[in-house]
């Protein structure tokens, strides 16, 4: 038995000669308004809290850095100490760099004007009533990966069931599964600033600069980004891009805005919502509150653009409006929307895109403005665009076009240099030689199934460019008519029957539909379908 005690005995020096040497020592020093405590080990380690400043009188944006300086020694921030923040009722965001740890109990209890906040991926604890009494608090985005484990009580009812949670796309099921975070009504996939700035498919790459960052949210039916700097005099809330196009291009991008101005002087602004291209100011709005608009500008080539977006508070704190929020920013070369003027009809506002290497060329003849390959001569190579459409109701797509390819003379279904249009993968028609003068092409589309459409012209190893060229033009998409509905009223009747014989009278198509006056469907407009017609009216059936 006294060999026991004394065995336990010198274990429990041991471990006390282990704590002296690894003993801390605490000072506590405050820095541009933020106060620390430093915990220094003797192995000359040591790390730094933030910590209460006694009067609770953190407000505004509190920026945490990762390292503070003491005594001329670097030691990184890894803690939010205990009550660091606790009851700051003005302090409206917390700005934590990555390598924070730790959240202390009642860290950011009690701050009622905090209304978003983002934990670092490095947080690993979170200790008792961090949140309790953060009444205003609408987004929380966890950049961790795995959902920290700590107490239901760290949030409020009000928190579990009206604050968005955002985790990393990868995660959700994590955080659906662990509690207390499964408590959260709503949870949602982290979105990136560039996903909420770029149209679709988009992939300019955008940076926040300053304290306060531009948040993401989702309403009006799009996801988008806003300032968040309302109501924090002399403020701004800033991102930026750089960009540079090798041809004349247009950028656009959608825009909702509110300032503040001189009522009796609209010229002079307060608060502004600021766009600008290389230093220069392009637009800058004071008193503003618009629904959605668009905004262009002409890009040169061979010029590198800084663009900075920007929302500016002035010195008075009045928080009404104060936003700039901004969706779909593209560049598109000038070219581009040339092709899309010269393909499709009159109105029509299909997207298209060139792909590959040799774009469609932008034509003018034949009294029409329209696009052609451009390979002409150019062996083994394809001129493609594409277009990418969905329809609710059944529907016709319609498109005039010119072909030239070529095909041996002896098989006329071996087909070398092609004119090729395909839908979802499939060939709808694919001409070789051929020499047309402009013709209208026809199919049906069926509702809600999305098509990629494809026209190409492809051209063989051969180098003779002698004609080779697919020409398209008026690309549009109608609903599909009704079998004898001339007058496109939406119904068969004795009123069609009219519209049809003023039609054959006078070859006036004006108000007549000329895809439903071929009763017959024979593919021409003549008396039979007249007869077509009244058979169809006293029978209900077609013959």
């Not at 679709?200 to 600069?209: H, K, L, P, S, V």
């Not at 062996?379 to 797509?397: D, I, K």
């Not at 599909?480 to 001339?486: L, M, N, Q, T, Y």
């Not at 007549?512 to 006293?538: F, G």
Request: hydrophobic share 35%.
């Amino acid at each position: 038995m006294n060999k026991m005690l004394l065995l336990r005995g010198v274990v429990l020096l041991a471990l006390l000669a282990c704590a002296v040497s690894t003993s801390a020592a605490n000072y506590y020093f405050s820095d541009g308004g933020i106060y620390y405590r430093l915990t220094t080990y003797n192995d000359g380690s040591g790390v730094i809290s933030v910590e209460n400043n006694g009067t609770n009188t953190y407000s505004g944006l509190v920026a945490i850095p990762d390292s503070v300086e003491y005594n001329g020694v670097n030691y990184p921030v890894t803690t939010i100490g205990y009550q660091a923040f606790k009851d700051c009722a003005e302090l409206t965001g917390v700005k934590m760099p990555e390598g924070i740890k730790m959240l202390m109990n009642e860290s950011f209890a009690g701050c009622t004007s905090l209304t978003r906040i983002t934990l670092p991926s490095t947080l690993r604890t979170i200790y008792n009533n961090a949140f309790t009494g953060c009444s205003n608090l609408m987004d929380i985005i966890c950049l961790m990966e795995n959902p920290v484990s700590c107490n239901e009580n760290n949030f409020d009812s009000y928190n579990y069931n009206n604050t968005i949670l955002h985790v990393p796309g990868a995660s959700i099921g994590s955080y659906f599964s662990t509690s207390p975070w499964s408590k959260f009504l709503h949870i949602r996939a982290i979105v990136t600033l560039d996903e909420a700035l770029n149209v679709e498919g988009g992939n300019i790459e955008f940076t926040d600069e300053g304290d306060y960052p531009w948040v993401v949210k989702e309403e009006d039916g799009r996801v988008y980004a806003q300032s968040s700097n309302s109501g924090i005099h002399s403020s701004y809330s800033t991102f930026t891009a750089t960009v540079r196009v090798t041809e004349p291009s247009v950028l656009s991008f959608d825009f909702k805005a509110w300032g503040e101005s001189d009522p009796s002087n609209p010229n002079t602004n307060y608060d502004e919502c600021v766009f600008m291209m290389n230093g220069t100011s392009i637009f800058r709005y004071g008193a503003r509150d618009n629904d959605w608009e668009t905004f262009t500008v002409d890009l040169n080539p061979n010029i590198t653009y800084r663009l900075v977006w920007f929302y500016h508070k002035d010195v008075n704190e009045n928080g009404v409006g104060d936003y700039f929020a901004v969706d779909n920013i593209r560049i598109v070369s000038q070219s581009h929307i040339l092709l899309n003027e010269a393909l499709n009809v009159e109105g029509g506002n299909i997207e298209f895109t060139d792909e590959g290497d040799y774009p469609w060329v932008v034509k003018e003849g034949d009294g029409r403005l329209y696009a052609q390959s451009s390979n002409a001569g150019i062996h083994s190579s394809y001129s493609t665009f594409t277009a990418t459409v969905r329809v609710t109701e059944p529907s016709v797509l319609s498109f005039d076009f010119k072909a030239w390819g070529e095909s041996d003379p002896s098989n006329p279904n071996t087909n070398y240099d092609e004119c090729v249009f395909m839908m979802n993968g499939t060939s709808i028609f694919r001409y070789g030689a051929r020499d047309n003068d402009w013709e209208t092409f026809t199919v049906d589309l069926n509702p809600n199934v999305t098509y990629r459409l494809v026209w190409f012209y492809h051209k063989d190893v051969n180098e003779n460019g002698e004609g080779d060229y697919f020409a398209v033009d008026n690309i549009k998409i109608a609903p599909k008519s009704i079998r004898g509905d001339v007058n496109d009223d939406g119904s068969v009747n004795i009123a069609d029957v009219t519209s049809l014989i003023d039609y054959l009278l006078s070859s006036n198509a004006s108000g007549a539909n000329l895809s439903a006056a071929d009763c017959n469907q024979d593919t021409s407009i003549n008396i039979a379908d007249v007869t077509a017609l009244i058979d169809y009216l006293l029978s209900g059936n077609w013959p």
